[in-house]
């Protein structure tokens, strides 16, 4: 259990990201990845079996979205799928930052946002202070932190997906998001 938990921890995320590429939802695919742990667990893998966990791991959930394309008849080919390598943070970075128009609707959209989610989501996200420090710094309490993240990622999400040509992309922006 402890295994599973470690890759839990190490690989959500780049498990979202894949998901939502292929058009799932930021929630769907949170559901799913948690399903795919929970499969995991229940198959009891012998910790010493798995060599290289990442390569494994995607590979399992990729087949598991395979699988979920042929009950559930979604877009995209299972051979996109099995052919799909996320490509490095490094490199979503590069691209994100010479995109003026996605900043541009980031930007309106951070603006819109009520005083305190902006201070937290800047303190956060732009100075890279843990929620321990934020709270140190502000006063604030542990809880009103975590709660004005949330509800400011709730409002961008909201705000971000007016305009539809973006939504995807915000969806796998967002699934990066801690």
């Known amino acids: ?75 995209g080919s299972y051979l996109e799928i099995e052919s799909f390598n996320l490509p490095s943070t490094q490199e979503i970075i590069e691209k994100l930052e010479t995109d003026t128009a996605l900043i541009h609707h980031i930007a309106s959209a951070y603006k819109k946002l009520p005083a305190r989610f902006r201070r937290v989501i800047y303190m956060k996200y732009y100075q890279g202070y843990s929620t321990e420090k934020i709270v140190a710094l502000t006063g604030l309490t542990h809880q009103t932190v975590y709660n004005n993240l949330s ?28």
């Not at 959500?12 to 695919?29: M, N, R, V, W």
């Not at 939504?167 to 922006?173: A, D, G, K, T």
């Open 151 to 178: 509800k400011g990622i709730q409002h961008l999400r909201q705000h971000l997906k007016k305009d539809a040509v973006l939504e995807r992309l915000v969806n796998f922006m967002l699934c990066l998001l801690p």
């Open 1 to 75: 259990m402890l295994l599973i938990d470690s890759w839990y921890t190490a690989f959500k995320a780049k498990l979202q990201a894949i998901a939502c590429h292929f058009g799932y939802t930021i929630q769907e695919a949170e559901d799913i990845v948690h399903q795919f742990f929970l499969d995991l667990l229940q198959k009891n893998i012998p910790p010493d079996t798995i060599q290289h966990p990442e390569a494994y791991l995607v590979t399992a959930f990729k087949r598991k979205l395979i699988d979920l394309h042929r009950s559930q008849q979604r877009k």
